[in-house]
């Protein structure tokens, strides 16, 4: 199996506020690997931590088996150099909480803007691109809407078909359903649940246990910036051994 995200001994501290303790994952190829706990536990933090929006105090962070990050006490270990980070970063597809999307530009363009601007696609090549991506996500006839006229679950469809766009290796969804209504939910997880079925490697922080059930090849429970336990969805949610992942599981089930 290939590793696609391999992360050891990852810690993070925002001052004297140690968010991550310890981390120690891997996520092979085409594997969907769900993370659950409370909030405050540091998911969303090794999230934006794999894609350099947050940099790691100490530990290692590879990407595709290559050497993204290695730090210590803060400072740099190796010299990896910003321009294959920026390489390695665009591997990875981010779908935040908040879809995050341009307002003053259509959806189409919202979906056109990171391929020109940043793998240099031409327009037209983009343009027919996020068409098919749209046509993926459900939304092509919305393509020439603003994001204001959409709803909260069609926004997430199209940050969802923008983060595609990239034509990313690893998708991490950062709680993509927790800012949704109820009844809009079901629609991105759809969307979700057909990228799993293609094979997408993707990392899920999130509180939809029925898809963590679902759609997980693993499941991850942390708390406390550490990762408590990690097992098969079936074996976590019928059987955990970490007390804390069962006192967890029985208030949100």
């Known amino acids: ?16 506020l140690q968010v991550l303790n310890n ?14 706990g409370p909030s405050g536990s540091g998911k969303s933090t090794l999230l934006r931590c794999l894609n350099h929006l947050e940099r790691i105090t100490s530990g290692r962070v590879y990407i595709e088996g290559e050497l993204m990050d290695e730090r210590e006490a803060g400072k740099d270990q190796l010299k990896v150099s910003q ?11 981010m779908v935040f909480q908040r879809f995050n999307l341009f307002p003053h530009m259509t959806v189409q363009q919202n979906v056109m803007e990171a391929p020109i601007t940043v793998r240099k ?13 749209l046509e993926k996500v459900g939304l092509a006839d ?25 034509k990313p290796k690893i998708m991490l969804f950062d709680e993509p359903t927790s800012a949704l209504d109820p009844e809009l939910v079901g629609e991105v997880l759809e969307v979700m649940k ?9 990392l899920v922080v999130t509180h939809e246990m029925g898809f963590a059930r679902e759609v997980g090849n ?21 059987n955990p051994k970490n007390e804390r992942t069962r006192s967890f599981l029985q208030k949100v089930l």
């Open 83 to 93: 321009k294959k980070i920026s390489e390695l970063c665009t591997e990875l597809g």
């Open 121 to 133: 696609v031409p327009k037209e090549e983009a343009a027919v691109e996020a068409i098919k991506l």
């Open 218 to 238: 693993r499941v991850i429970f942390m708390d406390n910036g550490e990762i408590k336990e990690e097992g098969a969805p079936e074996e976590i949610f019928t």
């Open 142 to 166: 919305k393509r020439n809407e603003y994001p204001s006229r959409l709803s909260g679950g069609q926004q997430q469809r199209v940050a969802i078909a923008r983060a595609l766009a990239m």
């Open 23 to 36: 981390i120690n994952l891997e996520v092979n190829k085409g594997e969907v690997v769900c993370i659950i």
């Open 194 to 202: 057909d990228l799993a079925r293609e094979g997408m490697t993707m």
């Open 1 to 16: 199996m290939m590793s696609m995200v391999k992360v050891e001994n990852v810690c993070k501290s925002f001052g004297s």
